[in-house]
């Protein structure tokens, strides 16, 4: 099934924001089932980048590295741990992240706010995953 995320591309002056296309092997039916689907989309992803130990033959661009050096970090795309990701662990944290408020996610406009909600999603349904971060500073 293929369904789309909304990314925020990191470094952009004005908060540019692209539909990537996102590959699921299952349909899910449940909020806790599109995590754990799309935990491991992302877990077989990466370990499969891991597998091919493939440096980039493709040089950074002057304007990706313009993008990245406004927010202070200048990346390859290399992976320096040869740690792979455990499944497991990553839908663990991922449900975890969620059930505390820190992730949220959109179908749409509409929230999915219950890990049990019943959800409907189609070919080429547009998610969003938010991240919350909580702010430093005091609190009275």
Do not use: W
């Not at 661009?61 to 200048?74: A, L």
């Not at 059930?99 to 949220?104: A, L």
């Amino acid at each position: 099934m293929n369904i789309k995320i909304t990314i925020k591309q990191l470094g952009k002056k004005r908060s540019k924001i692209s539909e990537k296309d996102f590959i699921l092997e299952n349909k899910p039916s449940t909020v806790s089932e599109l995590i754990k689907e799309t935990v491991h989309s992302c877990v077989r992803e990466h370990n499969l980048r891991m597998e091919q130990k493939e440096v980039n033959p493709n040089p950074l661009t002057e304007g990706q590295i313009m993008d990245m050096s406004e927010i202070g970090k200048i990346a390859f795309g290399l992976n320096y741990n040869d740690k792979y990701a455990d499944e497991e662990k990553a839908f663990s944290v991922a449900l975890q992240a969620y059930e505390d408020g820190i992730v949220r996610i959109f179908k749409g406009n509409e929230e999915l706010s219950d890990i049990n909600q019943v959800i409907d999603l189609n070919e080429d349904d547009v998610l969003t995953f938010l991240r919350l971060t909580m702010l430093a500073g005091r609190m009275y």
